[in-house]
C-alpha cells in the first residue's frame, strides 16, 4: 500500500529544544517538499529536494534544516533558532517535481 | 500568494447545488495547475490538473477550466454533497529555471449545508 507518512501526529516541545519530523514515502518519488500552514493561510514552502542528498531553501527556511540521505526519507528539524515554530506540518512528494504532489497526514507542532 | 487576515474566503452552497470556486494567479509563464482538497486536521488531497495546452478538464463531478489571457482558474463541483466540505486550493507552476516548485494560492472554504 504506496503512500506518505509522517510521525508524530501531535507534537510537543519546550522553548530552546529542537525537534525532528518524520517523513517517509514508499512511492519511489524523486522530489520531496516541507511545507508550513497556520490557521486559515495558505502552505509555505520551507525546503524542498529533488533528488537524494541535494535539497534546496524554500521560502521560510530559516531555523529549520533538513537532510536527504535516502530517497525514502527526509526529516524536517525545527530548531531553537526558528521564533514561533507552532504550526502544522506538511510533507509532500512527487514523482518528478512537475506533476502532482501526494501530502502526508501532518504533524502538528505546538510549542509550551 | 496572497495573505490578508486569517479568514479564508467561504463559498456555503446547498446540497446539490452546483459550486464554482475561483483562483487568480499571477505568473504568466506557469504551464500546469492543480487543485487540492484539504479536510479539517488532514493533508491536502490531489483533485484535478491541466496543462496549459489545454482550456478545460474533466474528471468525476468536478472540472477544471483554465483561461491564460486572464490567468483564471476555476473548479466545478457538480451536484456538491456534504462529504465535499472542505478547503480548496490551486496551485501553478512554472518550469523555467529548472525547480518544480508550485505557488499555492490562499485557499477557499467550502460550506456545504444538508
Known amino acids: 500500500d504506496g503512500g506518505i507518512t509522517q510521525s508524530p501526529k501531535y507534537l510537543f516541545r519546550k522553548e530552546g529544544q529542537n525537534v525532528t519530523l518524520s517523513c517517509e514515502q514508499n512511492?519511489?518519488?524523486?522530489?520531496m517538499y516541507w511545507y508550513r500552514q497556520d490557521p486559515g493561510q495558505g502552505l509555505r514552502l520551507i525546503y524542498y529536494?529533488?533528488?537524494?542528498?541535494?535539497?534546496q531553501k524554500g521560502d521560510i527556511a530559516e531555523g529549520y534544516s533538513v537532510s536527504r540521505e535516502k530517497k525514502e526519507s527526509f526529516p524536517l528539524t525545527v530548531t531553537s533558532a526558528q521564533k514561533n515554530p507552532t504550526a502544522f506540518y506538511l510533507c509532500a512528494s512527487s514523482y518528478d517535481g512537475y506533476n502532482e504532489q501526494f501530502f502526508g497526514p501532518g504533524t502538528r507542532l505546538t510549542v509550551l | 500568494g496572497e495573505s490578508v487576515g486569517l479568514h479564508l474566503p467561504t463559498l456555503s452552497v446547498q446540497e446539490g447545488d452546483n459550486s464554482i470556486i475561483n483562483c487568480a494567479y499571477s505568473n504568466s509563464a506557469s504551464d500546469y495547475f492543480i487543485w487540492y482538497k484539504q479536510e479539517s486536521g488532514k493533508g491536502p488531497q490531489f483533485i484535478i490538473d491541466i496543462r496549459s495546452n489545454m482550456d478545460k478538464r474533466q474528471g468525476q463531478r468536478v472540472t477544471v477550466l483554465l483561461n491564460k489571457t486572464v490567468k483564471h482558474l476555476s473548479l466545478q463541483i457538480a451536484a456538491t454533497q456534504p462529504g465535499d466540505s472542505a478547503v480548496y486550493f490551486c496551485?501553478?507552476?512554472?518550469?523555467?529555471?529548472?525547480?518544480?516548485?508550485?505557488?499555492f494560492g490562499r485557499g477557499t472554504s467550502l460550506i456545504v449545508h444538508p
Open positions: 529536494s529533488q533528488i537524494v542528498n541535494d535539497f
Open positions: 496551485a501553478d507552476q512554472d518550469p523555467s529555471g529548472g525547480s518544480y516548485i508550485p505557488t
Open positions: 512511492l519511489n518519488h524523486d522530489a
